[in-house]
């Protein structure tokens, strides 16, 4: 089973609830898709044992080969070549390596060289695989970075998917493909709408899902009436307590620190199980 951990926004709690449960679930593995600020490696503290890079392939143009045509610039929906009179100008930083430009290319000017834009780590703690990306500083495209992770992603284990916040391309590229999606929030007005865009999402890439409020004693009552009113489970409630505050700033787990927590963490497995048997 592939267990997705979202939110709408970050700042929620994602990785508390993605690390806690990683480490409360038997057989499990961790994957931090989170790829602009992976951080879950600073609670887990995983023995890294490999780290490969990621690349896409950019193009080169042979301007010996090239007419100036302009066919190239013309297929490129992300503006990353331009065909000038007597030039070619790619801008590596906003391709996404699709390879349109090569394949459409008449006079087979253009050749594909690849680009590393970021890498992925793999590495072990306790039994927990773990596996996290990383995009390089100035790099945008976070999705390839995102599909190198997930090609690492173990089917005899139950995998959590920590995705990166918000409700873009990147997250899609996260979520897609899991068995069930809990939604992170915080019970303020930013927090619901944040939710809502996120549910929004979830429903259209039609991944069954549920919520943790997190920090659940602040705010308002407003994300409980929204998510009753909208047949959204709340799979659990995280109050504010200064000490988990404190356990989350040292970067340790809380079902290690406060063992109490435990029984949370178990239930809200127990409860996606329940959701996805009853399909
Ligand atoms: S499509 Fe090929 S031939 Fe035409 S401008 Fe681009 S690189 Fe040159
Ligand atoms: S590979 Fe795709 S994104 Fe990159 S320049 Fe060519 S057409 Fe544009």
Do not use: W
């Amino acid at each position: 089973m592939i267990i997705s951990i979202a939110s709408g926004k970050g700042g929620t709690g994602k990785t508390t609830i993605a690390v806690n449960l990683a480490f409360t679930i038997p057989n499990c593995q961790l994957l931090d898709c989170d790829v602009e600020e992976p951080n879950d490696h600073i609670f887990i503290k995983p023995d890294i044992i490999d780290k490969i890079p990621v690349f896409i392939p950019v193009p080169e143009v042979d301007l010996s080969k090239c007419d100036f045509c302009g066919k190239c610039a013309q297929v490129c929906a992300y503006n990353a070549i331009a065909a000038l009179k007597k030039k070619i100008l790619v801008f590596p930083e906003l391709c996404h390596g699709c390879g349109a430009c090569s394949y459409l290319c008449p006079k087979e000017a253009i050749k594909e060289v690849n680009k590393e834009i970021g890498s992925v780590e793999i590495g072990e703690k306790d039994g927990l695989q773990f596996v996290h990306g990383r995009l390089n500083i100035s790099e945008a495209m976070s999705p390839p970075v995102i599909k190198a992770v997930k090609r690492y992603i173990n089917p005899t284990r139950t995998v959590i998917i920590d995705a990166p916040p918000g409700t873009s391309c990147p997250v899609i590229e996260a979520v897609k493909e899991s068995d069930f999606c809990i939604l992170v929030t915080e019970p303020t007005p930013f927090g619901l709408y944040d939710l809502m865009l996120a549910v929004e999402v979830l429903r259209k890439i039609n991944i069954p899902f549920g919520v943790v409020i997190n920090r659940s004693d602040i705010g308002n009552d407003k994300t409980d009436i929204y998510c009753k009113e909208e047949n959204i489970p709340v799979l659990m409630k995280i109050p504010f307590k200064k000490e988990i505050a404190k356990i989350y700033s040292k970067g340790e787990i809380i079902i290690e620190a406060l063992p109490e927590y435990k029984k949370d963490f178990n239930g809200l497995f127990d409860k996606i199980k329940r959701m996805r048997k009853q399909g």
